[in-house]
């Protein structure tokens, strides 16, 4: 049980923080919990199959919008499961024609899904007379908070028993040559759709929270591609084989975040694209592959 | 409310979307020669054209030289900027077997913090307030339809661009190495062609051609961080509706989207037109990876 | 001896290119039927269409008296097709041994991960790679890659095995080599055999009967002797009458 003691710690960690009364660290603990969250679904698909997504903020905004739609009408320990359902059948009913496509044109497929549901939202919002909308009597920052440690758990749990069975090494056959996988009987198209449906569940969860915590809601802000960007970038700094990569790559990034947004958004920005940059040309199975390459070598 | 009939006929609309599809088509162009001979896929083409609208703005604006002017300087400094890239990173990549074999998917990421870093550089050094200026804006009519004369000079520079392009491929023994290149590189190589030089020679062009329509685009749009984005998508579905590599088909297919475009935005609303480019580019990548004009295997 | 597979006059265009035409094949329960023709003679656009990576435009192709026309190529790997690649299309990244693991997990037999690796271990042995194992398998020379395809393709509990130009660039050493391994890979799992090849000692030694195709079509089917003697396939090859 040693392997998992780290992760016990961290669990035990997170859960003790509420308890401390500090709204500042509560916040950000909060904020790097969601991006924990947000990447492990991500690598469901994008690191195990290769699919790499740069539209992953299209499930975070619909399931925030779906939580805002229904806020007054439905209390949020209803709308938020139902958020995650909704981008589930989302993400399944768009599977068959956008999983067609692979590689990197898969990449900006994603990235322009992501839009399209952005500039549509927006037409419905304007439509709707709606330019912005306040979300009044939200949960407190402690509820908020239980419910990020909750789906950031669940999210690193599913990745970690996903990774094990039999879904994730075909996933990963997937990934390193699909023709082959396909010929030693890996059912693809059904691996895939079904990756893809599970890395929308979580996010839309997440969605809903964020919104939630800065109760306002603005379609340019909740389906900002800044977010399908921080993941990506954060799995690839973190490693994205195993469950200590988006963990890794989130804290990592939070940190930074922390330390430079409030000053300079533009320098963390520029900092993240260089990462980015370092990563995929030097170390393209990040931080945690390089950890496994050393143990390896020892 | 205009009728249909009229939105159909109008030559105002015809001019907008003949001028429209030519940018489009010109951006598309570059793109075509970045990815034709070099496979990558330059998701900051849209950022190069926002540093060339910024070059042209300050040449404006600081030293009130013509935008035209500060498109040629604009092409300049793009294509340095490419070349810088190229010696300080890409070669290297290129020459790496391991990131040969995923150039593809690699460079698109890597394309991906270039175009975050420049729109942030940008945004740190010129602040996200959108910039305009007036130069040339006068109006000038001929019958029903009237256009201002920047626009039009944007539209024959862009025309000028075009055909100068399709001739030299076609005329010149550089322009045929180039079209060799792309149909197939290994064989271009053993006929002599020197494909190291040519392809940073089109790797440049394709980004000075970005840097020359952004300061031609400057004058009658706002020049803001974060213009690139409908340029580099625009750019995109040139390329893969018109075939990749495929310079001509992607001239005529950058026509067409400026007419969707248009029209599209004309028989409904404003706000319609980034969901219609957005929409046609994801239909583009779902139906027709291959290109709708590929006529030919492009063999790598 | 009872068919295992037939094939009834396939056909498949590419355009205005007729890949294949018109071919009829019978092979029967544990029989080793070569292919062989020039390049563009149709041999790997056969091979794709039995695997299922194309479908065919005329004809059909039965496995066991049932048609697998239409099938995906994993569903009909799972009824017991086995095909390796022209190029080597090794799993990269992962090893040796988790190559053979994950195809012995899906395939025919879907074995539990306990079994599957038991499989594998006993596999690599066979192909000669067995100490390799821990090896990245995209690190492997070419003559490891070709018979860790082979290892892999008969881990999935194939019965019917098609083999594309396994030998392709190995030295006459590793063609002996390839060709034992194929043999007893052969004899140990029962398998029936298509096999492509360029390497003709190679393909008359090891095959029951020879089908040769040229542009598309099959103009002969039997024993290597016969084939040998053939007047139109010297005449296809050679030239002797043209």
């Known amino acids: 049980m040693t392997k998992a003691t780290p992760f016990l710690l961290g669990l035990l960690c997170f859960g003790l923080l509420p308890l401390t009364g500090q709204d500042y660290l509560i916040g950000v603990s909060f904020t790097l919990l969601t991006w924990i969250a947000l990447t492990q679904s991500w690598t469901l698909l994008s690191g195990f199959a290769g699919y790499i997504s740069l539209g992953h903020v299209v499930f975070f905004g619909l399931g925030g919008y779906f939580v805002v739609l229904t806020w007054g009408i439905l209390p949020y320990w209803i709308s938020l499961p139902l ?28 990235f322009g899904l992501a839009e399209f549901v952005k500039y549509v939202v927006m037409a419905v919002e304007s439509h709707l007379g709606q330019f912005g909308r306040l979300l009044l009597g939200v949960p407190s920052l402690a509820t908020l908070y239980w419910l990020a440690l ?19 090494q075909g996933l990963i056959a997937i990934r390193e040559n699909e023709q082959a ?46 977010v399908s960007f921080t993941v990506l970038t954060s799995a690839i700094i973190g490693g994205s084989d195993d469950v200590r990569g988006p963990i890794l790559g989130a804290a990592f990034l939070t940190l930074l975040s922390e330390l430079l947004w409030a000053r300079a958004p533009q320098l963390y920005l520029i900092l993240l694209g260089i990462l980015l940059i370092v990563f995929v040309v030097i170390l393209p199975n990040g931080i945690c592959g390089l950890l496994r390459r050393r143990a390896a070598q020892a | 409310m205009t009728s249909f009939f009229e939105i159909l006929t109008s030559g105002q609309l015809l001019l907008a979307a003949l001028i429209t599809g030519t940018i489009y088509a010109t951006v598309g162009l570059g793109l075509n020669l970045v990815y034709g001979t070099m496979r990558l896929l330059n998701v900051a083409h849209g950022e190069f054209l926002m540093l060339g609208a910024y070059v042209a703005f300050w040449g404006f604006s600081l030293f009130n030289v013509s935008p035209f002017l500060s498109a040629v300087v604009a092409g300049v400094l793009t294509a340095a900027l490419a070349a810088a890239l190229y010696f300080g990173m890409l070669r290297w990549c290129l020459r790496n077997p391991r990131m040969r074999k995923r150039i593809e998917p690699n460079s698109l990421l890597i394309f991906v913090g270039v175009s975050i870093i420049l729109q942030n550089i940008s945004a740190l050094s010129f602040t996200g307030t959108p910039r305009g200026y007036q130069y040339l804006s006068g109006v000038m009519t001929l019958g029903s339809i009237s256009i201002s004369a920047n626009r039009l000079g944007a539209f024959v520079f862009c025309i000028a661009i075009c055909i100068a392009t399709l001739i030299f491929l076609r005329r010149s023994a550089t322009g045929l190495a180039i079209k060799a290149l792309i149909q197939h590189k290994e064989a271009a190589e053993i006929v002599g062609v020197n ?3 040519l392809e940073f020679f089109a790797l440049c062009a394709g980004f000075a051609t970005a840097g020359i329509v952004g300061a031609l685009v400057s004058m009658t749009e706002q020049t803001t961080p974060f213009m690139g984005f409908p340029f580099t998508i625009a750019a995109f579905i040139v390329i893969i509706m018109g075939g990749l590599g495929n310079l001509a088909g992607g001239i005529v297919t950058g026509l067409l989207l400026g007419f969707i475009e248009t029209y599209g935005v004309a028989f409904t609303s404003a706000a319609w037109s980034s969901i219609l480019l957005y929409g046609v580019f994801v239909l583009a990548l779902i139906v027709r990876p291959e290109g709708i004009f590929t006529v030919r295997q492009v063999v790598r | 001896m009872s068919t295992f597979l037939e094939v009834r006059h396939l056909g498949r265009n590419f355009g205005g290119v007729r890949a294949l035409h018109d071919v009829n094949l019978t092979v029967s329960l544990g029989e080793v039927v070569g292919i062989m023709g020039a390049n563009g003679a149709g041999k790997t656009t056969l091979f794709a269409l039995i695997a299922g990576n194309l479908r065919p435009g005329t004809g059909d192709i039965l496995l066991d008296d049932s048609s697998i026309v239409g099938l995906s190529p994993d569903r009909i790997c799972r009824r017991g097709v086995g095909r390796t690649f022209q190029t080597a299309r090794p799993f990269g990244d992962l090893t040796v041994l988790e190559n053979i693991i994950t195809a012995a997990r899906f395939g025919m037999h879907r074995l539990d991960a306990h079994a599957a690796e038991k499989r594998a271990v006993l596999l690599l042995d066979i192909v000669g790679l067995g100490t390799r194992r821990n090896q990245i398998s995209g690190d492997l020379t070419l003559s490891g890659q ?18 594309d130009e396994v030998m392709a660039g190995l030295t006459p050493t590793e063609v002996a080599q390839m060709l034992e391994v194929v043999q007893t890979l052969k ?3 029962s398998l029936t055999i298509l096999i492509i090849e360029h390497v003709m000692r190679a393909l008359m030694r090891i095959s029951d009967r020879i089908l040769v195709l040229h542009h598309g079509e099959a103009i002969a089917c039997n024993a290597p002797a016969e084939i040998a003697r053939d007047p139109r396939v010297l005449d296809c090859y050679l030239g002797l009458h043209a």
């Open chain 2, 195 to 197: 494909v190291t030089r």
């Open chain 1, 181 to 226: 996988a396909e010929a030693i009987g890996v059912p693809v198209t059904r691996y895939k759709t079904i990756a893809y449906g599970l890395s929308a569940t979580i996010p839309g969860a997440i969605g809903g929270l964020i919104a939630l915590r800065t109760s306002y809601f603005e379609p340019q802000q909740i389906f900002d591609p800044v």
């Open chain 1, 83 to 110: 958020a995650c359902l909704v981008t589930f059948v989302f993400a399944i009913a768009i599977s068959i024609p956008v999983l067609r496509v692979s590689g990197p044109y898969f990449v900006i497929l994603t």
């Open chain 3, 146 to 163: 070709k018979r860790l395809e082979v290892a892999r393709a008969v881990a999935t509990g194939a019965r019917l095995l098609l083999l």
């Open chain 1, 150 to 168: 909750f789906l950031a758990t669940l999210a690193t749990l599913i990745t970690f028993v996903i990774r094990r069975s039999r879904l994730g």
């Open chain 3, 187 to 189: 004899a140990e799992n």
